[in-house]
């Protein structure tokens, strides 16, 4: 189909379109589960890949088995709630790799609490770590994309939470309907800037997180089942299926997408 404008549209094969060689990437929280997954799979595609997470240990052993595969990764501890910090992790990048391309906000907590029984501390920790962090690492990245003036992506982990909570996660699905919306706002400004900005809905996927949250009781073993019931491809995610979709969105393979929000589920939200 020719584009409305009688331009040709150019056709590139499909290797090119997702070979990140020579770009540089930052992805958060890739020190395990679904970061960790993300900075592989950019990583084998080709980019430089940076791990930043709090958790510094977990970050080098990653980087270590990910530069054993031969790629090319460094690692770096930051905290992404602190405006100091993502500041630093993309000077680091920038420095370390002489450029930053594309941005994974994926670093998100999700710990459990009835809406009665909520905190202000438990509050502020999930929108600090989950919205405020993903805003301010976005911030500062876009800042030296649009200086580089090369383009840029950025591709935000939001959650089917976003669109249908679970229960006892109103702080979480609370900062995840903010960063679904945020990914439209900075897709609408920085759009003309040449960087775009997506964002996925992952469903349940299996993590060390995820794996943390639940518990040995009855009620944790029946809210389990009823979740799995509700995905009609029968099996809960594994990371792998959020990287394959953020590799996409990393790529030129999504050049004309931005502002969208791809949901990753199994198809769990359409029952
Ligand atoms: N696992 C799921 O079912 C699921 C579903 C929907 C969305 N998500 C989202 O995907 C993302 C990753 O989830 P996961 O299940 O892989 O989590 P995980 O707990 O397995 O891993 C999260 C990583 O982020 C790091 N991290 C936590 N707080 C941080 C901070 N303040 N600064 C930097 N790093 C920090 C942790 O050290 C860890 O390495 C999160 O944003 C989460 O909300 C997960």
Redesign the pocket.
Known sequence: MSAPTGQTQTTPPIARLFDLTGKAALV????????EAIASRLAEAGAAVMI????ME?AQATAARLAALGRKVSATR????QVTDARAMVAKTVETFGRLDILVN?????PFSPALEMTEEQWDRVLD??LK?SFFVAQAAASHMVEAGRGGRIVN?????ALHPTGFLTH?DSS?GGVVMMTKALAKELGPRGVTVNAI?????S????A?GGSADQASADATAAFMARIPLGRV?D?DDIARVALFLASDASAYMTGSLVVVDGGYLLS
């Open positions: 958060t929280g890739a020190a395990m589960g679904i970061g930043a997470d709090v958790n977990a930051a905290d992404v709630s994926n670093a998100g907590v999700y770590i989950n962090g982990i939001a959650s089917i939470d979480y995840k809905a992952p469903g349940g996927i993590t060390p997180g995820a943390a995610g990371p």
